[in-house]
């Protein structure tokens, strides 16, 4: 926790194998996973999903599935997990579909991301995604706590996605923060020279995620998750539950 007479600092951590660099007990810790299990979250939330579980395996995913009512959903590779009957779309999960139901989600990186900063000792966790840049903002300016920006990347590799993200939400609150942080600096700088056309500049470098969901036909998703406040809800990580901010003391069951 910061001094009260000074600014709260704010660290990003590019990859989960530099989370260990970091203290994450005493900082909110943003899990970032743009393409898609963020973005994926926070859609079925502000379509009214009860909560969301999020789980490091498939194999839990279906455990889950067979012990509650529930959605069970996941993705490894960009693909729907073999054992899964849903995926990680945002687009799979419209109000009609997903109102009132709870999903067990699991992905190739973000939910495995957000038990290692439990691991970690982490206890103030939420997503974070273009979707959802604006309420982000606007809590981690409230919170007046230490804060740790982490990017899901892709299997430990830095990916530019996660790092837009980083740098939009430094660009918006680092008045607000200490920052001396290269990390950070690198993903603003980015940032700025990507935020007239974000999708144009995943494709003008050849993101390695650009490339990857393009080839299974997902250029929509792609616009989708770098489109800024489409699911403007706040999720909160608690007893093991990611819900909706509002929701965090009637959905405590």
């Given at each position: 926790m910061a001094l009260s007479n000074s600014k709260p600092s704010l660290h990003t951590s590019l990859s989960p194998a530099l989370l260990q660099l970091y203290d994450a007990n005493n900082c909110v810790v943003v899990i970032i996973d743009v393409l898609r299990a963020t973005s994926t979250i926070?859609?079925?939330?502000?379509?009214?999903?009860?909560?969301?579980?999020?789980?490091?395996?498939?194999?839990?995913?279906?455990?889950?599935?067979?012990?509650?009512?529930?959605?069970t959903a996941g993705e490894r590779d960009g693909k729907i997990a073999e054992g899964l009957s849903y995926g990680n779309s945002p687009f799979e999960y419209s109000r009609a579909f997903i109102e009132g139901k709870i999903l067990?989600?699991?992905?190739?990186?973000?939910?495995?991301?957000?038990?290692?900063?439990?691991?970690?000792?982490?206890?103030?966790?939420?997503?974070?995604s273009f979707a959802n840049l604006s309420v982000v903002c606007d809590y981690l300016v409230a919170q007046k706590q230490n804060v740790i920006l982490a990017c899901a990347a892709w299997k430990d590799r830095v990916n530019i996605e996660d790092t837009l993200f980083a740098g939009a939400v430094i660009h918006r609150i680092k008045d607000h923060f200490t920052i001396n942080c290269d990390s950070s600096g690198i993903?603003?700088?980015?940032?700025?020279?990507?935020?007239?056309?974000?999708?144009?500049?995943?494709?003008?470098?050849?993101?390695?995620?650009?490339?990857?969901?393009?080839?299974?036909?997902?250029?929509?998703?792609?616009?989708?998750?770098?489109?800024?406040?489409?699911?403007?809800?706040?999720?909160?990580?608690?007893?093991?539950?990611?819900?909706?901010?509002?929701?965090?003391?009637?959905?405590?069951?």
């Open positions: 926070a859609t079925a939330l502000y379509n009214g999903a009860k909560y969301v579980i999020p789980v490091d395996s498939v194999a839990k995913c279906i455990e889950l599935g067979k012990q509650i009512n529930c959605v067990v989600l699991t992905t190739t990186n973000g939910t495995k991301l957000l038990h290692m900063a439990l691991d970690k000792g982490a206890k103030h966790i939420i997503t974070g993903a603003e700088t980015i940032y700025l020279d990507a935020k007239k056309d974000l999708y144009g500049y995943m494709k003008k470098h050849n993101a390695s995620h650009y490339l990857r969901l393009t080839g299974y036909g997902l250029e929509k998703d792609i616009r989708y998750c770098l489109t800024e406040d489409a699911a403007d809800v706040l999720p909160l990580y608690e007893d093991g539950k990611l819900f909706r901010l509002h929701d965090i003391h009637k959905n405590n069951v």
